[in-house]
Nanobody, 123 residues
Framework: VQLQASGGGLVQAGGSLRLSCAFSGPTFTDYGLGWFRQVPGKEREFVAAIMWREGTIKYYEDSVKGRFTVSRDNAKATVYLQMNSVKPEDTAVYYC????????????????WGQGTLVTVSS
């Protein structure tokens, strides 16, 4: 499995950005997909996760609820993170991750990671 994250950049506070994570590998629909973020000197933290199980299941970290939306396009084997009303504290490197047959808020549970994409929110 390989993951390729993209879509990061510089955005003003209050603006929007959409991150994408392209999945390469077998049976995309078997995988739970997570978004995490990390700033220098801090641990990687959970942002959102999504899984397909007879419908879509989603988790969000409390600070992004109502602002961020995670989604997946099974036909394109891609997961997205739509970021609205961004704040300077959302500045981080964002990573996507995959785990077969499970979704989780814990970094340790994920087997595959993308390379990260930098999001910078200016005030």
């Amino acid at each position: 499995v390989q993951l390729q994250a993209s879509g990061g950049g510089l955005v003003q506070a209050g603006g929007s950005l959409r991150l994408s994570c392209a999945f390469s590998g077998p049976t995309f629909t078997d995988y739970g997909l997570g978004w995490f973020r990390q700033v220098p000197g801090k641990e990687r933290e959970f942002v959102a996760a999504i899984m397909w199980r007879e419908g879509t299941i989603k988790y969000y970290e409390d600070s992004v609820k109502g602002r961020f939306t995670v989604s997946r396009d099974n036909a394109k084997a891609t997961v997205y993170l739509q970021m609205n009303s961004v704040k300077p504290e959302d500045t981080a490197v964002y990573y996507c991750a995959a785990k077969r047959l499970k979704m989780s808020r814990m970094t340790i549970d994920y087997d595959y990671w993308g390379q990260g994409t930098l999001v910078t929110v200016s005030s």
